[in-house]
């Protein structure tokens, strides 16, 4: 038992100065990898209630371009009415994707009102994410897009 004390404490040594330089080779890789990461385009997006000033038909078309750019596979499409569920597939947590997302649309004169909501449903609720603030962004920049091109054109 004398004999085996110093090597077992040695060995015990060599493991803590071992994984004390492995813990810090990943530190030195951080940077690195924080370049890659993208943000999260769904940090804190919560469904959306507006109106603007775009006539129905340009909306709906803008709706369709969004909803595609965010992985939605659009199952119901009406001139008022769209509902798409994102792809699932296995990310950070199981189960992450299979939101339910839908576009509302109702005209009020010239304008258009917009309502997009994301249901998450029961299974992975947590590892689902709101994506009707995205959607809605792209929406309208797509359709301010449009409107420069028009100008630009004219």
């Not at 999260?40 to 109106?51: A, F, I, M, N, R």
């Not at 965010?70 to 009406?78: E, F, M, N, P, Q």
């Amino acid at each position: 038992m004398r004999r085996l004390w110093p090597r077992l404490a040695a060995g015990c040594a060599c493991l803590f100065l071992l994984s004390a330089g492995l813990r810090a080779q990943p530190l030195a890789q951080a940077p690195a990898q924080k370049e890659e990461e993208k943000p999260d385009p769904t940090k804190g997006s919560k469904d959306v209630d507006e109106t603007i000033a775009y006539p129905m038909a340009k909306v709906l078309d803008a709706a369709r371009q969004a909803l595609a750019t965010y992985g939605c596979d659009v199952k119901k499409d009406a001139a008022d009415y769209l509902e798409c569920t994102r792809d699932r597939h296995v990310g950070v947590f199981v189960g992450s994707g299979g939101e339910k997302v839908t576009v509302r649309l109702s005209a009020k004169g010239e304008q258009t009102r917009v309502e997009v909501k994301t249901g998450k449903g029961v299974i992975g609720r947590l590892a689902k994410k709101n994506w009707s603030t995205p959607i809605f962004n792209d929406m309208v920049a797509t359709l301010k897009r449009l409107v420069a091109a028009a100008i630009s054109s004219a």
